[in-house]
């Protein structure tokens, strides 16, 4: 039978959506985790490889203790419950990317177990507790590429240290899935565990989903959020036109070929696996007062801060505080010049923020430092420059990458304000006539009302005066000449 499945989706009511995940996460050591070799992907195939790698017989690992700790950070963070005692055990199955006929991995004595997950406001979904049911640490396998129609291995990837982290069957919508993942995305990266990165492979996911509780089906090596929601709603689509055409649910492991799952192979069961205890690897045995102090060092987590930075004295906007977070460096920025400044939001996003969008530049924090900033607003709240003037510095200091000092720059982009004087104040009406004088249909408009037309008038004084003046002094005066 041909089935053909449209791309728009909805739930149907008689069919309970159930999914739970497993999450393979590459952790960022600098060595392998149980050899000596470098965890760099990017370099010619097989270059950054041991012989332990690529399971030459006689060679025996050593486990990595660096990977262990971001473990041990990761169950912290995911608030698993740390055992003591934690074991390797040896996984069989035959593939070319696995040279040993068989992956370490810990199976009978996991690193932790009945860990959560809270999805909340800041995840645009409803608050959710994903249990999690275990992490454990293992390595990754190689890879396998086709190139000019040959089939080869590439052994760089190979004892790369992850940690599967497996949640319970927990998802009742894939909004709640595609929200997790990129919890755990931020999770990771923000707390230096692993890069984030799906696609460079950093993150690997594998989807367990089943509809009234028939069989699961699982899909394999999901790479990407999009990946993810495309793959399980076809599965979802795909298992209910089987159950309404009288066929039956197999369980068994599917991949994604970006427009449908295929099956794969028939989901195998632990006993498929062989699984024993590795033998050249001694147990992990940790002190009671280790978690305790992991979790005491952790940093702020992100929603700490998202509370902090939508909430007094900050008031951001949830879209501002995100971006925030996602950046550090600029995090810290902020949060440093809104201590000194008062309206710190508005000339960090309105002025600073506004002066490298119009250049069509990425802000850089080296290019106006905090006490530069800094520098710049105090002078405008002395009126020695003009807020125009602010703008004209920004802009040169973007285009031009300049380390002047702020008076410098002033005396170089003559923006000082002028002296009050008489002279300067005839000068300034007359300016103003021209102006009027020029626009009638401004004038019109502010008499009959509309005060914010204003502002054209006082824009163009802004101009023809390169923003020596500030904006208060021409409002002042516009007004005594429209009276």
Known sequence: MTRIFVRSFSYNPKYVFKCGLEIHTQLKTKYKLFSLSPTNYNEPPNT?????????????????????????????????????????????????????????????????????LNLNKFDNVPDKRIHLEQIQIEQDTGKTVNSEGRVRVDYNRANTPLIEV???????????????????????????????DMETGAIRVDANISINDN??????NLGS???????????????IELVESGEKIIQETRGWNGVSTESARTKEDAVD??????????????????????????EEFPDTILTRLTSEPYNLELAHAKNLLYQPEVLNYYETIFKKINNANRWFFQELFAAFAKREVDFDV????????????????????????????????????????????IEKLDLKKPEPSNDLEDALHEICKQIMENNPDIVKAVSEGHKNAIQVLVGQSMKATKGKVHAKDFIRIFNELLK
């Open 48 to 116: 950054k490889i041991s012989y332990f790698d690529v399971g030459l017989p006689g060679t025996q690992p050593i486990l990595n203790p660096e990977a262990l700790l971001l473990a041990l950070k990761a169950a912290a963070v995911f608030n698993f419950d740390v055992r003591d005692y934690s074991a390797f055990d040896r996984k069989h199955y035959f593939y070319p990317d696995q040279p040993l006929g068989y992956q370490i991995t810990q199976h009978y004595f996991p690193l932790g177990k009945e860990g959560y």
């Open 166 to 196: 497996v949640t319970k069957p927990d998802f009742e919508n894939i909004e709640q899935v595609q929200a997790f993942v990129r919890k755990y995305q931020l999770l990771v990266s923000h707390f230096n565990i692993c890069t984030g």
């Open 215 to 220: 069989p699961r089906v699982e899909i394999k």
């Open 225 to 239: 959020s999009s990946e993810i929601v495309d793959a399980l709603k076809y599965e979802y689509n795909r298992q």
């Open 273 to 298: 696996y062989r699984y024993v205890p590795d033998s050249e690897l001694p147990a992990i045995r940790l002190d009671n007062k280790i978690m305790t102090q992991l979790t005491e060092s952790l």
């Open 366 to 409: 080296n290019i106006v430092p905090p006490s530069v900033l800094i520098e710049i607003v105090q002078t405008v709240e002395r009126e020695e420059i003009s807020l125009a003037g602010a703008r004209l510095i920004f802009r040169h200091l973007v285009d031009t990458k300049s380390t002047d000092t702020v008076p410098t720059l």
